[in-house]
């Protein structure tokens, strides 16, 4: 059992950065695909980012290709996502997710889901 928990939400301004990250209990973090997706008010849950076991292999959605990015230190147990030039579309629950394989995690089929964490950004 791998628990997901998510931190570094907030508000900011159109243009801004934050960073959020995803701490994973357990021994076995290195052996998951770590991936970002976010949900909008109303709206389905959808793929942002991932990463690969050993951290190498990388994927974006094309609307945050460029602004985003997600790292991972296996050491620490964590995956984060910095996001650079922040726009009111990118406000959404950002849940981290853990796959067995970068492939599947890109469509969704996740082992672990974080609680979600609150992005708001104001224009």
């Known amino acids: 059992q791998v628990q997901l928990v998510e931190s570094g939400g907030g508000l900011v301004q159109a243009g801004g950065s934050l960073r959020v990250s995803c701490v994973a209990s357990g021994r076995t973090f290195s052996s998951y695909a770590m991936g970002w997706f976010r949900q909008p008010p109303g709206k389905e849950r959808v793929f942002v980012a991932l990463i690969s076991q050993s951290g190498v292999n990388t994927a974006y959605a094309d609307s945050v290709k460029g602004r985003f990015s997600i790292s991972r230190d296996n050491a620490k147990n964590t995956v984060y996502l910095q996001m650079n030039s922040l726009k009111p579309e990118d406000t959404a629950v950002y849940y981290c997710?853990?796959?067995?394989?970068?492939?599947?995690?890109?469509?969704?089929?996740?082992?672990?889901w974080g609680q979600g964490t609150q992005v708001t950004v104001s224009s």
């Open positions: 997710a853990a796959g067995s394989t970068a492939l599947g995690l890109r469509q969704k089929q996740v082992n672990y």
